[in-house]
């Protein structure tokens, strides 16, 4: 039935919510749980836009990356606190609703 279930996090109460769902499903199916966190990628302009910028302070992108990084990692150790056996976690960046719908596409996700 299902092979690979996709689930979308952030951070948020919500998102952990989706992902015991997914632990639900996956003790029925056997399936994969794949946890996706996508950051908005910000253009070398927009980055460029904060010429005072500190020393030392990263550009957003490299910010925003490593906090994604953060949030699967912490899902991925949480779902497998819950009792999920096959968890793979993923960050991309872009816009988030067209990267969750892309990426679902390509690894053939529910």
Request: proline letters at 4%.
């Amino acid at each position: 039935m299902f092979k690979r279930i996709l689930v979308a996090v952030d951070g948020s109460k919500t998102s952990l919510k989706a992902m015991d769902k997914a632990i639900e499903l996956q003790q029925l199916t056997d399936a994969e749980i794949y946890l996706l966190c996508v950051y908005k990628h910000h253009s070398l302009f927009e980055a460029s836009l904060s010429i005072g910028r500190p020393p030392g302070m990263d550009i957003p992108d490299k910010v925003l990356s490593e906090y994604a990084k953060e949030v699967v990692n912490h899902a991925k150790d949480l779902a497998k606190s819950h009792g999920a056996t096959k968890v793979r976690g993923f960050v991309k960046g872009g816009r988030p609703s067209k990267v969750i719908i892309k990426f679902a596409q390509d690894k053939e996700a529910t």
